[in-house]
């Protein structure tokens, strides 16, 4: 993602943008959606009509009075419209990219696997699912599809932001493709996995500019709950026009409460803040989670990964780098550290796994044993192969293994060599710590033990340690035997494991903590996972696995990066504590534009009322005309807060509530007493009251 997405509310194209879209948002229709906006937006229209009648003398209250009011109505509404704009903003300059980069494609498409020359070329948009399609390097994949047949450099650039090019391949995990993404070498055959305008960068688009964005179901209590306090006020304030005719009847004066005050009562006191917010909120949160590279199917998910108290997290790539490490070389029989890591480089120069590679540098670093060239001494080079269990080296005369333990000692005894006890202790020692012992021998004498061990992430324990202090259970899946994942676990600092794990153990794993009242999420990429998937409440599919995995999950991850469950996680708290703490503000500003209001209204009718003017505010008009501008300008306030969201911290529930409500809910009875008194000043100094 560019700088320029991500600061979106100080981008002078999607600002325009928005203030544009805050006068198209004013249609009623619209106006509809937000329950609790569409009432000052029908008291912004009747103080206009109030307005325009004290023009012919039918007065409600001055005509300079009530078009202030009416203005400042009709600027809270377009402010309100300005924060769900701008938060939309950010989702329609990333969907204008991405629509940028979809383009209407050749595509190559053949009959068979086996008839890779019978090519018919047709426009991408008629391709149907189940078509098979040849691209080459240098083409853009026409559509969805998966790999069956190839493999192939690809850049996903144009989805993902990164530069960096990724391998796709048949057979595996990685074999899904994006339509719009570019082959860079190779070829490879995919079948079309979605039909025309249901692909996933059309999908992609409809989501980040907000088109298919439902409401979730907590944002539809909150928004229950808010209208069920607007019915409240208007049936207050309803009645306190007849009570306010009766009360100057009684007192012989007229009444000095008007329509046009009683409105503005309403707006002040119906939870208009959270109500002209509570949509860029949400919005926003989606933004905050596309800006990490994650698409989010539904709003539901990410509202669901603010509530999981259960994270599953796969081993390899997530809390370990994938790839085990040789970590240490251990002698046996008198022979020296140095010669065993010698002789391990030697039978490593021709292994280019992750683990060979790995010994090749462990000897440089520690003993400064540098790459021999693989031509020297005229060396060959013993490949490994299941059979065997073991590669190899010979040269000079010399022969080296290294491999299994078991592998190892039938090829020393099977050439007259000894397999010493202290290697079998050896072997145990380091199985018993969760790793993996590779034997090495030379001229069918063993020298020692290589210790293969999986690198726990930097940073991982730490990580660990913060959600268990926000009341989340980690728990490590892998395939490692118990004896392993318990060792990995502990150093890793997980609350749990599943060793051994198998599709239907992750299920049934997810299934139990759902019955015990649990919110579950996993992340997965390959076909196995799909149940799994399926079952957990956020369920975040890797972009590069399978099919099956992207149809399961709720989330597809761009980046196929394993670790990125707990930043949704984190985004995913965000959002309902941004949510939680501006509806405590909003509830609380409410109580404080009470004291405004309602004792400067009645004051000519009950005298005693004066006593509750604690702000000591100049006049009954400059009273209403303060509460009802701050009304409007804490809104525009408040929109940089609910698009970044309020500061993540890692701290258990009950402690985040307490936080909240002190520092919300004090700060918004404090903030209307301050500022609404600053305005009355301003008012009075102006002379415009």
Aim: proline share 4%; hydrophobic share 45%.
């Amino acid at each position: 993602m560019t700088a320029q997405k991500k600061n979106a509310f100080v981008n002078k194209k999607i600002f325009g943008r928005a203030v544009k879209d805050s006068f198209l948002k004013l249609s009623p229709r619209t106006q509809a959606k937000n329950p609790v906006m569409l009432l000052v937006y029908l008291s912004a229209i009747l103080t206009t009509g109030l307005w325009m009648t004290s023009l012919f003398g039918i007065q409600d209250a001055p005509a300079g009075y009530t078009l202030a009011i009416a203005v400042i109505l009709w600027f809270t509404t377009l402010f309100a419209n300005f924060a769900e704009a701008i938060a939309e903003g950010r989702g329609k300059a990333q969907a204008d990219a991405l629509r940028a980069s979809k383009k209407d494609v050749e595509a190559h498409k053949i009959p068979s696997t086996g008839q890779k020359d019978s090519v018919t070329n047709v426009p991408s948009a008629s391709l149907k699912k189940g078509d098979l399609v040849i691209v080459k390097a240098g083409e853009q994949i026409p559509s969805d599809g998966e790999v069956i047949e190839g493999a192939a450099s690809v850049d996903e650039s144009a989805i993902t932001g990164e530069s960096a090019p990724v391998i796709r391949e048949s057979g595996g995990d990685r074999s899904a493709v994006t339509g719009g993404t570019t082959v860079l070498s190779d070829w490879i055959i995919i079948r079309v996995v979605s039909e025309a305008g249901e692909s996933f960068l059309d999908k992609m688009i409809a989501m980040v500019e907000g088109a298919s964005r439902k409401k979730t179901p907590n944002e539809i209590a909150l928004q229950i709950f808010l209208i069920a306090l607007s019915i409240i006020f208007i049936l207050v304030t309803v009645s306190l026009y007849p009570f306010s005719v009766f009360s100057a009847k009684q007192a012989g004066i007229d009444n000095p409460t008007s329509v046009t005050t009683l409105v503005a009562l309403l707006v002040c006191l119906a939870p208009t803040t959270i109500g002209a917010l509570l949509s860029a909120i949400g919005i926003a949160g989606m933004s905050r989670l596309n800006q990490a590279n994650v698409l989010a199917m539904s709003g539901r998910a990410i509202e669901a990964a603010g509530d999981v108290d259960v994270l599953l997290l796969d081993k390899t790539g997530t809390i370990t780098l994938g790839n085990r490490q040789a970590d240490a070389f251990l002698p046996v029989g008198g022979v020296s550290e140095k010669d065993l890591a010698d002789a391990a480089q030697l039978s490593s120069l021709s292994d280019e796994t992750p683990e060979g590679r790995s010994i090749v540098i462990l000897a440089k670093e520690k003993f400064g044993i540098r790459e021999r060239r693989l031509s020297d001494a005229k060396m060959e080079f013993i490949p490994f192969t299941a059979k065997t269990r073991m590669s190899g080296v010979n040269f000079g005369g010399n022969e080296i293994r290294k491999g299994a333990a078991d592998a190892v000692r039938d090829y020393v005894i099977q050439k007259g060599g000894t397999y010493p006890g202290e290697c079998d202790a050896l072997v145990r020692t380091i199985a018993s710590q969760g790793g993996t012992p590779l034997v090495v021998a030379k001229n069918h004498q063993v020298l020692g033990v290589v210790h293969l061990k999986d690198i726990i992430k930097k940073g991982v324990k730490e990580k660990f340690s913060a959600l268990r202090k926000m009341g989340i259970k980690t728990i490590m899946i892998t395939g490692d035997n118990p004896m392993t994942a318990a060792a990995i676990a502990a150093e890793a600092g997980v609350d749990d494991f599943l060793a051994e794990a198998t599709p239907e153990g992750k299920l049934q794993m997810i299934r139990d903590y759902q019955k015990k009242g649990h919110l579950v999420a996993m992340t997965g990429d390959g076909t196995n996972d799909a149940p799994a998937l399926a079952q957990a409440d956020v369920a975040v599919a890797m972009n590069s696995g399978t099919q099956a995995a992207k149809e399961a999950g709720n989330m597809v991850d761009l980046d196929s990066s394993p670790t990125k469950l707990i930043d949704i996680v984190r985004i995913g708290k965000q959002l309902l504590m941004t949510r939680g703490s501006l509806t405590t503000f909003s509830i609380a500003n409410d109580v404080a534009k009470y004291f405004a209001i309602i004792p400067a209204m009645f004051v000519g009718l009950y005298p005693g009322l004066s006593s509750l003017n604690i702000m000591g505010l100049h006049s009954p008009m400059s009273a209403v005309l303060s509460a009802i501008i701050y009304n409007a300008l804490i809104i525009i306030a408040l929109i940089p807060l609910a698009l970044k969201g309020v500061k993540y911290r890692e701290y258990p529930a009950g402690k985040l509530l307490s936080r909240n409500l002190l520092v919300y809910g004090l700060g918004g009875l404090v903030t209307p007493f301050l500022c609404i008194k600053g305005i009355d000043l301003l008012l009075v100094w102006f002379g415009l009251v």
